[in-house]
């Protein structure tokens, strides 16, 4: 199972702190999977122009053709003025529509405060459904004062990146054995 | 119709198209030569002539897994190599060619052939063609608009008197040679939404649509509103044919044709757009009214009679050879397209009186 941890934004810590620790999990509960962990701060990514996302070069080509080779995807993403930031919405503006068909994806959301805490279920999931992921539907949501010093420190947000790293694992060998069984009835 | 070399009453058209594209078969995970893949392109247009088929047309894209990105060369040779079957191509990526180029060269496989080419001009769905040739994807609408119209001014008049903003203007020219019959049946390339139809049916030119699957009912809407647009400027509608396209695959079995064509179409898709085809989605191909060509023979002549009803289009143009799919089963195909397909079709398409 190929496993792409997606630090979608490329300034602040929050996301990144997250990410990094949310890998973490994934390494240490499944070493046997492939876990890889993107950081759009590390890419330059160009803005979609509508072809296909297989037509670009460079690191965008490059991000694009690692999210479309993964089973699942763990989302992280700040809240820019009530919503997601420009960079996470260009990763999907860049993909095919149905890019998330038999992926599952996965939520961390990081903030300065709870304000907008249902952004995730009005904002992203919608997205990602019409993208036809399977979505965890739980996720997890981190504040300012769970971090201290570019580390998690409220042992709640571990525990609930724990389960979540499980529900993503869990959701995608369900999934796919409900693909493998219908693909096998299809006969061809 | 008879402007474009359509006869009614001989019942709808059908023809083979092929892209060009170059992918390797999945079930061997090998790829043949261009070279080869090329003068397979002419051997298959052969075998579709003495099959009875009406039509054969190479589409350029000029990029990683194609070979005819030299359509027009190809045809020519095609012109050589047959009789009487029709040279089209399809489609032709007008937006980055010059127009006058275009014509010429057409005119000429039309001389070669003794009156048997026609152009399908279209957009294109890649970016490759822009890229290499040097034409910029933010006046995708635009140069194309302006150079179909120019098309079609150059195949209307003799003498051509013409300024836009992407190509050089044209005093008083003579776009030589000229077709065998003066004239040649130029088509607009639509893909399916209805905007593009709309298009189409407002400057009065032929439509050839692309209907690659999904429900066939969902087409109806751009070939209605492609008469409307057409009658709404002017155009009588009925006096302009329209073709539909489709991924083809027949089989002596609706399974045995899934089985057959489904590899070729999802490594086809993986390969040039960067996603498989969904079996779900594919499965669905044995209703009758879903739009992909997939299916026993009896399954294909109901589908197109259905479609007829729906559209009536005069032509429909089968794309045989998607996704690698090898020399020995596309002979198949043809035959079967030529003993059974063919036969019923045009005996219940056959327009009485004309």
New interface residues.
Partial sequence: MRIVILSGSIVGTKTKTAMLKTEEIFLQKYPEHDVQLLDLADYQIEYSDGRNYIDYEGDTKYVTETIMKADALIIGTPIFQASIPATLKNIFDLLPIHAFRDKVASIVVTAGTAKHYLMAEQQLKPILSYMKAQIVPTYVFIEEQDFLRKEISNDDIIFRLDRLAEDTVTTFEAYEAIRIKKDEAYGF | MKKYRIDSSKGIEFGLYSLGDHILNPLTGSRISAQQRIQELVEVSQLAEQAGIDVFGVGESH?KYFASQAHTVILGAIAQATEKIKITSSATVLSVLDPVRVYEDFSTIDLLSDGRAEIVAGRGS???AYQLLGVD?QDYEDIFEEKLELLKLINEEERITWQGNYRAPLQNAEILPQPKDGFLPIWRAVGGPPASAIKAGHMGIPMMLTTLGGPAMNFKHSVDAYRQAAENNGFDAQSLPIGTTSLFYVADSN?EA??GM?PHINSGFQAI???GY???Q??QTTDYRDALMVGSKELIIEKLLYQHELYGMQRFMAQIDFGGVPFDKLMKNIEMIGNDIIPAIKKHTREKGE
Avoid: C, D, E, I
Wanted: glycine share 12%; hydrophobic share 35%.
């Fill in positions: 990029q890649r970016v490759g994807l399974n899934l089985q489904y757009r960067g996603a969904p079996k779900q594919f499965a």
